[in-house]
């Protein structure tokens, strides 16, 4: 779906809503937050990667001033750098739930048959991220997030864990699916849990799950 059919699904007036609420737009002119999420999600919608320079030359491009409502202008991708650096995030988290609540109800209730959940570690330059767990050995340099996402047809919960202890998925993922899952859904993991008193205790809630254990697993 293009980024103009997605636009066309929510509420009118929301991102305007949403901006004053959050006060995004208090020290920007040019960049507003309205403009940094149209940017964003036109990018995702039309190239496979991502970049500064990616948002440089789609925000320069025609379609996208068509689609942001705005004459043809000029901007450097370190301006951008710069706003994505210091735009409120609080914005994007209100619109998240909105979107995630305005589509499900046009994708209907069937999608929350299933709920699945899987985790990532992103690692980077102690230069770039100031958050995060040390690595250890040799990438003292470096230090690293945990990205832990539910979802169905439509993401559900995005969790971003900078503590070590969260390395360990008995920790990280169970505290993501207990968070989101329910009774009516059947929840899927892989095998990162081990933990038979976190079994013990989705069974004890009431939650039906399908997972793997691991192979020296004793029954």
């Not at 040019?30 to 995702?44: D, M, N, R, T, W």
């Not at 901007?75 to 209100?94: A, D, G, Q």
């Not at 690293?144 to 969790?159: M, R, S």
């Amino acid at each position: 779906m293009t980024a103009n059919k997605l636009l066309e699904l929510l509420p009118d007036n929301l991102l305007e809503e949403l901006a004053i609420k959050t006060e995004v737009n208090k020290y920007s002119k040019k960049l507003q937050g309205e403009v940094i999420f149209k940017l964003l999600l036109y990018c995702l919608t039309n190239h496979k990667n991502n970049s500064l320079r990616t948002m440089q030359s789609s925000y320069e491009s025609i379609v996208f001033q068509y689609l942001n409502g705005n004459p043809s202008s000029k901007i450097s991708h370190s301006s951008i750098s710069e706003r994505l650096n210091s735009i409120k995030p609080e914005y994007f988290e209100l619109l998240f739930n909105t979107c995630v609540s305005t589509y499900k109800k046009i994708l209907g209730n069937e999608i929350d048959d299933f709920l699945k959940f899987d985790s990532t570690i992103v690692t980077e330059s102690v230069k770039l991220m100031n958050i995060g767990y040390d690595t250890g050995g040799d990438s003292v340099n470096h230090k690293q997030i945990k990205f832990t996402i539910g979802f169905n047809e439509l993401p559900l919960a995005v969790d971003f864990y900078h503590e070590k202890s969260y390395t360990s998925e008995n920790k990280a993922l169970k505290e993501t699916i207990l968070k989101v899952s329910n009774q009516n859904a059947i929840t899927l993991f892989d095998k990162g849990i081990t933990s038979r008193d976190t079994f013990d205790d989705f069974s004890n809630k009431g939650l039906k799950f399908i997972s793997k254990i691991g192979n020296n697993s004793k029954i």
